[in-house]
């Protein structure tokens, strides 16, 4: 049975070190195909993302050009959880996932600060009996990890704020044409 990933983030903006990590789950076969999800309305994030639903899902599809060609030719950008109305469980997600690859085993990838709080997630309970997890060890959020993946240590908001320039060419022409974060 073939193995679908979904990598869920807020991505504001995807930079190197989701790249990295995606490069890492198809080039080390953790999956055969990968959908990266940007959240619509995160729920257990104390702000709301500062770039739109459309951006977030745009700048992902520029990061996926700069990616070798053998690693983008398994990803795609799903852009679910920005289209749904209102909040956005990984449990809906991983429910459609289901439906839409009905032979793939799902495979949920998170860092391990997310998986720290998966208890407190909608449905947990039922997201354990759908997927596997796959988590990665995030710089200064040490957990229990299922990969030997080192993460960068890279951050949304260090880019946000201009203390890092830790995004992919096409990522970085598309927040200087659409000016995101310039008030940062």
């Not at 993302?49 to 996926?64: F, Y």
């Not at 957990?143 to 080192?150: A, F, L, R, S, V």
Request: hydrophobic share 40%; aromatic share 6%; net charge negative.
């Amino acid at each position: 049975m073939q193995r679908l990933g979904i990598y869920g983030g807020t991505f504001d903006p995807i930079h190197e070190g989701h790249l990295y990590l995606i490069e890492q789950v198809i080039s080390r076969n953790i999956v055969d195909r990968l959908l990266v999800v940007p959240a619509g309305e995160p729920q257990l994030r104390e702000h709301a993302p500062l770039a739109s639903g459309a951006d977030r899902k745009a700048m992902c599809i520029e990061a996926l050009k700069d990616l070798p060609a053998e690693v983008a030719s398994k990803v795609e950008v799903n852009s679910i959880e920005i289209l749904r109305i209102g909040p956005s469980y990984t449990i809906d997600t991983v429910e459609a996932a289901i439906q839409s690859f009905p032979n793939y085993r799902i495979i949920l990838i998170m860092g391990s600060d997310a998986y720290k709080k998966v208890n407190e997630w909608h449905r947990a309970d039922d997201l354990k009996k759908l997927v596997e997890f796959v988590v990665i060890d995030r710089p200064h959020h040490p957990g229990d990890t299922t990969h030997e993946i080192d993460a960068l240590d890279v951050s949304s908001t260090e880019v946000r704020s201009g203390q890092s320039q830790a995004v992919s060419p096409s990522v970085a022409a598309y927040i200087k044409e659409h000016n995101l974060y310039a008030s940062k």
